[in-house]
């Protein structure tokens, strides 16, 4: 029986850029300024990065494939540097892939970092050219609100939910974002919005709205990984540390086998499990004290609550209207604006998250600060809810 | 003639694209011209991504369901000039690839003229004709012409038997379309009308219903592709003929069909037909054929191509006729910039599987699409060899749906969702024909072959199937 990774990798520094149409900078620029926070933070050289997993999930329209871009951006000497791409997955991917290489002891010091530069290229969520040429001959290429979309209608059947009440819950997943997203000096959607306005919204992908979808954006974030043991030696008492990373991607099932009714996404619910699992967490919702989740677009989010346990099934709507997810509700989500505000630049998405509840749990949060934060979770999904890449991680404190 | 005798037509079949031009409305669009355009009934219109090809398919399906001899694809606007058709339809139809195959063109008579080589020949064969024919906006034709398919099962033991035939081959020109003009060019109306009638038709059919040892005024119901409107009324009073023209009706209705037209009318005439009727199809284009049938017990399939006259959901807005015809290009940013480039030996690998909507059952007996070596079931574990399974005619119901406002298409909106088949295959898919209230979790969908992807700058396409709602609006009340 493995063992697991609990404990057994701490982070001591962090670092994120601004996100936003960073017109004033690229995708080198974009890294140097997360990386930069982060070796400040962790307070080491360059040099003592041994290791670095970059993760970028539309390389040939931006960054550009392989280590390369990473390793020259960051004038990285000859270091095994390791591109990764999950989709939107693919922040978390780099984090697992750098965590992985520090628990074995293969290196002590790892560098995870992500970075989109989309502003340049006109992107805006839509399916690119090709998935493959095979699959091009008969998959339909939706855009990423279509294929969330789904969610919507599905969940609506299962639950025999109506429409309206529907949208009203996913109405306030996006109101509460805004809410939060005006008190993240990083992020790219600073400001407020009432409730009429997102419900009035012009229709993206039915029953998506403009304000229940996340924009893409441009920014970089990176951690940097090193033992707990070695964490001390630094003189942090209480590291942070990782007390799971799990990821689950598709078969095909979903989208070829005729079981799943469309209403929830199973590798969120199969990476939720393992890492509770793997985190020693037997009761999430009294022990998770925070959540930075996966909210692509409002229906996203209002599923994920029932995927990782939080709410039960069918009760999502009833607990967000309720407050339940709000920064000052039971288990407040998106606390620094989540992808809807914050932003989504995509193969940084998974280590944003992850940014933030390094910071709440230092307590270093500023106004956003959550008071005591023990556990906090982060869920980063690539793909569409019928052909998905999951990846949940923990994070909490050594002690 | 005596073993075309014992042949005759065993199924006829149409398919006409769901939306329609209302002509008065669109009429006064261009009043302000001053240009003579029709102002009654309807023109269909294909959606964009619908051709020929796909047309051809929906009007055949019915009629391949035991292999024929031979297979025909008949059409003067097929989209490719080197690339059969008649062997893309054979594929789409999962015929076996040992059935004779071969595409006709470059006349509005190619459909009678292949019909006609079958039964002489007595050949079982089926004869698919589809037009989407390229249109000036202002030309009469742009509102005279309309899209659709029609096809034919020549057979033994048929409900309809050719009892007299003539041809006339002319270089007579009523209007000619070329690489260099490839929307058509009429000539004068009058012109055409007098010579064409005079020279052609009454000849033409004078010597058909000799051969068939009758007088033109035994004829009961004609299908006559027309040069020009009123010919077939010049030629029926000089023939002292009462028999309604169906083809007349059909371009009122839905336009003319150019190689479609007299097959389209000929399902027409035969739905209207009793038993012992002598009926005239007649297929006009650089001279004409004249073939007269006698009418022995209804034709499988010609009630339903009459039906499909008045189902249609009217085009609301001028501009998305004018951008469905290509008689406007709207520029749709950078969304649009999304070009495919398929494959060949892709193709050659998976296409029959693709075009013939061909999926797989595994040793459970439960279906999948596309297959895979390791079945998708989960229950399975190991590579097993899956047997073929045709999905293109079997229904199915959404999953979950979209109508997608982002997602660049060329009619919006872009319509996809899962859709689960009752055999257990479950496929992402594109919808076609959105029903008025949009597509619903629950709605059962029948298969239609459609565009998948078009690549105009490398002039390919690739074929796959979209889902559609079972059933039509009647036309007025959608």
């Known amino acids: 029986m493995a063992s697991g990774i609990k404990d057994k990798v701490a982070i001591i520094g962090m670092g994120c850029t601004r996100f936003g149409e960073r017109w004033d900078v690229g995708a080198d620029g974009l890294m140097v300024e997360a990386f930069a926070e982060a070796l400040a933070d962790a307070g080491i050289e360059r040099a003592s990065i041994e290791a670095a997993w970059v993760g970028n999930a539309l390389d040939d329209i931006n960054v550009g494939n392989s280590a390369l871009p990473a390793a020259h951006a960051l004038r990285l000497q000859q270091v095994p540097v390791t591109r990764v791409e999950n989709m939107c997955a693919t922040g978390t991917e780099a984090l697992r892939g750098a965590a992985y290489a520090v628990a074995s002891g293969a290196v002590d010091f790892a560098l995870a970092i992500g970075v989109e530069k989309l502003k340049d290229t006109g992107y805006g969520g839509l399916p690119l050219r090709t998935k493959g040429v095979q699959n091009d001959l008969w998959m339909p290429y939706g855009s990423a609100p279509g294929t969330f979309a789904q969610l919507a209608g599905a969940y609506a059947a299962r639950h025999g939910i109506a429409a309206a009440d529907l949208k009203r819950a996913m109405a306030h997943v996006s109101w509460k974002s805004h809410q939060n997203g005006a008190h993240s000096p990083k992020a790219h959607l600073r400001s407020a919005v009432d409730m009429d306005k997102i419900l009035a919204a012009p229709m993206i992908a039915d029953p998506l709205g403009i304000f229940d979808c996340c924009g893409v954006s441009d920014g970089a974030a990176c951690a940097i990984l090193t033992t707990p043991e070695i964490a001390r030696s630094m003189g942090r008492a209480n590291p942070v540390t990782i007390k799971a990373v799990q990821l689950s991607a598709s078969n095909g099932w979903e989208m070829q086998f005729g079981e799943w009714d469309g209403a929830s996404v199973p590798n969120t619910r199969a990476a939720a499990a393992r890492a509770y699992a793997e985190a020693g967490i037997r009761d999430p919702r009294a022990e998770i004290d925070m959540t930075e989740v996966h909210d692509c677009f409002s229906i996203t989010e209002l599923v994920i609550m029932e995927d990782l346990g939080l709410s039960d099934e069918g009760r999502a709507p009833a607990d967000i209207l309720d407050g339940r997810y709000d920064k000052d509700g039971a288990i407040p989500c998106q606390l620094d604006g989540g992808l809807k505000c914050f932003g989504h630049p995509v193969g940084a998405s998974g280590l944003r998250m992850a940014y933030e509840v390094y910071n709440q749990l230092q307590d270093r949060a500023g106004e956003r600060q959550r008071g005591k934060v023990d556990l906090g979770l982060t869920h980063n999904l690539g793909g569409s809810p019928f052909n998905s890449v999951a990846a949940v991680a923990i994070l909490g404190r050594l002690d | ?478």
């Open chain 2, 1 to 478: 003639m005596e073993n075309a005798m014992q042949f005759g037509i065993a199924g006829i079949g149409g398919y006409l694209p769901l939306l329609r031009l209302d002509r008065g409305p669109a009429a006064k669009e261009l009043a302000w011209s001053g240009l003579g355009l029709a102002r009654s009934g309807y023109r269909t219109v294909a959606d964009w991504d619908e051709d020929p090809l796909t047309m051809a398919l929906e009007a055949s399906r019915s009629l391949a369901g035991d292999p024929p001899q031979a297979l025909r694809f008949v059409s003067t606007s097929a989209y490719f000039t080197d690339r059969a058709q008649s062997a893309t339809l054979l594929e789409a139809l999962a015929l076996p690839p040992m059935v004779r195959s071969a595409d006709h063109a470059n006349s509005r008579r190619a459909g009678t003229t292949a019909l006609l080589d079958a039964l002489l020949a007595g050949s079982t064969e089926v004869i698919a004709a589809a037009e989407k024919r390229e249109t000036q906006v202002g030309s009469a034709a742009h509102f005279a012409y309309g899209d659709g398919a029609a096809a034919l099962r020549t057979g033994p033991d048929a409900a309809a038997r050719l009892v007299g035939h003539a041809c006339l081959t002319s270089d007579f020109i009523d209007r000619y379309t070329s690489r260099e003009h490839p929307s058509p060019y009429p000539y004068e109306e009058r012109f055409v009308r007098d010579t064409a009638v005079q020279q052609l038709l009454i000849p033409a059919i004078r010597a058909a219903c000799a051969a068939a040892g009758i007088e033109p005024a035994a004829i009961a119901h004609a299908a006559c592709a027309e040069p020009v409107g009123n010919s077939w009324k010049a030629a029926a009073r000089a023939l002292k003929c009462a028999a309604p023209n169906h083809c007349e009706l059909l371009a009122d209705a839905a336009g003319d069909l150019g190689a479609a037209h007299p097959l389209f009318g000929f399902g027409l005439a035969l739905a209207a037909a009793q038993p012992g009727d002598r009926v005239l199809l007649l297929g006009f284009g650089s001279g004409c054929d004249a073939l007269i049938f006698e009418v022995s017990r209804a034709v499988p399939g010609a009630a339903e191509m009459a039906t499909l006259l008045g189902q249609g959901e009217t085009i609301r807005q001028f501009t998305r006729f004018l951008s469905l015809t290509g008689a406007i290009g709207l520029d749709w940013g950078m969304r649009a910039e999304f070009e495919q480039k398929a494959q060949a030996s892709v193709l050659a690998r998976t296409g029959r599987d693709m075009i013939g909507f061909i999926g797989g059952r595994d040793s459970t007996g439960n279906v999948q699409f596309p297959k895979s070596a390791i079945p998708v079931n989960p229950v399975l574990d190991g590579p097993e060899v899956l047997e073929d399974v045709r999905l293109a005619d079997k229904e199915a119901t959404i999953v979950s749906i979209t109508a997608d406002r982002l997602n660049f298409s060329p009619d919006p909106p872009f319509d996809f969702g899962l859709v689960q088949f009752d055999n257990g295959a479950r496929v992402l898919m594109e919808m076609v024909n959105r029903p008025a209230g949009g597509f619903k979790v629950g709605d059962r969908l029948r298969m239609r072959l459609r565009i998948k992807s078009s690549n105009a700058r490398l002039g390919f396409r690739t074929y796959f199937w979209k889902a559609a709602p079972l059933l039509r609006p009647r036309l007025g009340e959608e």
